[in-house]
Every structure is written in C-alpha cells, then in structure tokens.
C-alpha cells in the first residue's frame, strides 16, 4: 500500500478531508475538495510539461484529463487506504469511487493549507509521477478511442448513447448511460453523465476488443 508521506501539524485538517457531507453538512471536506482540485490540477500540469517536453499541447492535456480523473483518484485513494478511514453517511454504489476521488482532492488541499504549495506539489509529484510515466504515447478518453473505432470499422458511423433517469436520492442521484455501436450494447453508471457516458464507452470498448 502506497504512504501519504506528509505528516500534518493540524490533525483537524485531515479529520476534515475524511469528512463527507453525508455526515456532517457544515463541516466537511468540500472546501478542501476546491482547494485540492486546483492545486492537483497545476501540479500535473507542470509535471507532464517537464516530462514530455516533445508534446504538443493536445497530448499533454489528454494525459492531464486521465490523471486528474475520478477514476485515477479514486485509485489513489484506494491505494493510500482512505476507503477505510472516511466518515460518510450512506452512499449508493454508483458513487463509491467519485466519494473516493472528492476525499483524496481534499487530503491534497488539506495538505496545501496545512504545509503550503511546495508541500502538496511533493506529495502530488510522488504519487502521481509513476502513473504518469506508464503511457509512452498519450492516452485517449474512452469515448473518443471508442467513436475512432467504431468509424473505422462501421464505415463513419458513430456510437449512440441514451442517457436513462437517475436513480438514488436527489442530492447524490446515480446517472445511467447505454451505448450502442456496431450491434453491441454497454451499460454503466456514474456520478455524473460525464462519468456514466465514459464509462460506458470503456466497457463498450472491452466487449469489442474480444
């Protein structure tokens, strides 16, 4: 299991970014989610520019998009452990992993106000600089891997995506997403349709592959 290596001076500050909303409405973890989110988004930034110094802006900002994903967070946190010490009230099962990734946004932004910049860029860098190294060539999002595809094979059609009602409660409702191409169907759900529509698309692309 990955370390955090940072030791806070307000143990507060990090009892507060392991704190849903679910559980308490005033004094949880969401204004350090705003915080981390800028400081994990900038950080990356410089980090990529330094590192594929032969890239043009595109690549770099595909590489940015999966790193400061939902899903790369959420796999972050699952690898520091955090799953195991948030405090939150229920949550469905569609928005256990975007629960995750608002936590370890707010662990980063908890970091940055309790030992500034540098300190949240350290911790950013080393556990992030590994995950950013394992694509020689810049990743695509699922949905346009998956449009490229299709077109390739199904002579310019694109994929069809129907967009369901929500489900769960109306302040964290669970969004679900169908998408079809080349007479093959994919499900998924997430916390956004953002979310729900890649994640179709990923599973899509899994189905077509065998």
Not at 6 to 27: C, E, I, M, P, R
Not at 75 to 88: C, F, K, S, W
Not at 123 to 139: F, G, H
Request: net charge negative; glycine share 8%.
């Amino acid at each position: 299991m990955k370390q955090l290596n940072y030791d806070f001076k307000n143990k507060d500050l990090l009892a507060l970014a392991l704190t849903q909303s679910g559980v308490d409405s005033k004094h949880n973890n969401e204004r350090l989610e705003f915080i981390g989110d800028r400081v994990l988004g900038l950080t990356v930034a410089a980090m990529l520019y330094d590192m594929f110094p032969n890239e043009m802006e595109g690549d770099l900002a595909r590489r940015h998009a999966m790193l400061v994903s939902t899903d790369t967070l959420a796999d972050v946190a699952t690898e520091l452990g955090l799953a195991n010490m948030l405090r939150h009230g229920h949550i469905t099962a569609g928005r256990v992993r975007h629960i995750l990734a608002n936590a370890m946004e707010a662990v980063l932004g908890a970091i940055f106000i309790d030992g500034g910049f540098e300190a949240a860029r350290a911790v950013i860098t080393d556990l992030w600089r590994d995950i950013a190294a394992r694509d020689v060539v810049a990743p695509k999002d699922p949905k346009t891997a998956l449009q490229e595809l299709v077109q390739k094979c199904s002579g310019g059609v694109l994929p069809e995506y129907e967009y369901m009602n929500p489900i769960g409660a109306s302040h964290s409702p669970v969004f679900k997403v169908r998408v079809s191409a080349m007479g093959v169907t994919a499900t998924a759900t997430g916390a956004s349709k953002k979310e729900a529509s890649s994640a179709a698309a990923a599973e899509l692309l899994k189905i077509l592959a065998i």
